[in-house]
Every structure is written in C-alpha cells, then in structure tokens.
C-alpha cells in the first residue's frame, strides 16, 4: 500500500506536517486521535477516565485498520500506536512510515505550548519533562523499528520537514514494486 504515515511522541509536529504533505500530494488527511474521538463521541481524555489505557488502545487499534483501508492517504498518529505490535506490522504494510522526533526538552516545550494537551492523555502531562524522558526510552526503539525514515523536526520548519518526507517518500515509492 501508499499511504504515508506519520510516528513520533506527541509534540512532533505530526499533524501540522500532515496536513502540508496531503495538500502538496492532493490527498485526505487523516488524524487517528481525531477519528478515535469521532467515533466514541468524547475527548481521549474522557475515554481514558471511562475505560481505562486499554479502552483507549483498542480503539486507537480499530481506527487505525479501518483508516488504512481507504485508498492512499496521509495519517498522523498518536504518540502511542507503537505500542501494539500488530499496529506496528499494520503501519509498516500500509505504506511509509516517517518517524518525527525531537529532544524531550523540545518536546517538552511544544506540549506545553499545545492547546491540545488538556483533552489528551492525562498522565502524558503531569509528570514534566522526567516523565517525557522516560516514556521516549520506552518507546523509541518502537518507532524505530517500525518506520522507515527519521526526521528531525529541531529548527527545522513544518514545510522545510514536509520537503524532506516527501522526497524521501518519493523515492521509497520508485523502489516499491507497486510504485
Ligand atoms: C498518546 C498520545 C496522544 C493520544 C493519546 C495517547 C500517547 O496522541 O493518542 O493521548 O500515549 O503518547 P498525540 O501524539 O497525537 O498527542
């Protein structure tokens, strides 16, 4: 499959710069934390109060391989889809998968400044910057194995980080027998 699909922790820059590569690709944007939200009626903040992390996995889950099912488009994912390895082999079939990532104090600054923040996953944000440096340890492996370019998104514009993903998408595509 085509699709072009973003990884990292949250304050990457995953949605802003998914939207820039579907306009210059002229495809649907996608957001799994969005669709996650439409489907239960509620803010992920209220889904973990309900049902608890796993609650919020399975259905993080399901979005995910319904939204690969459409024809290619681009989708930013949540910080933590990774997690589940059959999400991380669904990723990896679907398409490209570029990792953004940044230092935690960055990350740490650009959550901070996100409005988003309150509606998400509550501890994801109480624990400050100690709790961003022990999560990105747990996980990063994770994104490693799981996509096929890595992007720096430090002092580098939305757009200046859009280029590189798609050139790089570009040339995955050239090299894919279905490309
Ligand atoms: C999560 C990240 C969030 C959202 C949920 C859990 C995580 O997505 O899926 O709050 O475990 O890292 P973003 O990375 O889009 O903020």
């Known amino acids: 499959m085509q699709h072009l699909l973003l990884i990292g922790y949250r304050g990457s820059g995953k949605s802003t710069v998914g939207a820039i590569l ?7 944007f996608f957001d799994l934390d969005d669709a996650v ?8 903040t209220e889904i973990f109060a309900r049902e608890g992390e796993p609650g919020f996995r399975e259905r993080e889950r399901h ?22 390895p059959e999400n991380r ?37 109480n624990g400050g910057l100690e709790e961003v440096v022990a999560v990105m340890g747990q996980r990063e492996s994770l994104y490693a194995e799981t996509a096929h370019a890595r992007f720096d998104v430090m002092e ?7 280029s590189d993903i798609l ?4 040339a995955w595509r050239k090299s894919e027998p279905e490309g």
């Open 156 to 162: 580098k514009s939305p757009e200046h980080i859009a």
């Open 22 to 28: 579907a306009r210059h690709l002229g495809r649907s």
């Open 167 to 170: 050139n790089a998408y570009e």
């Open 63 to 84: 979005a995910l391989s319904e939204s690969i099912r459409i024809p290619a488009c681009v989708l930013s994912t949540g910080g933590g889809i990774v997690l589940n």
């Open 89 to 125: 082999a669904a990723l990896q079939d679907a398409g490209f998968v570029a990792w953004l990532t940044a230092s935690p104090e960055v990350l740490w600054q650009r959550m901070l400044a996100d409005p988003l923040t309150a509606s998400r996953r509550p501890n994801l944000q």
């Open 37 to 44: 939200e439409a489907a239960a009626g509620c803010s992920i």
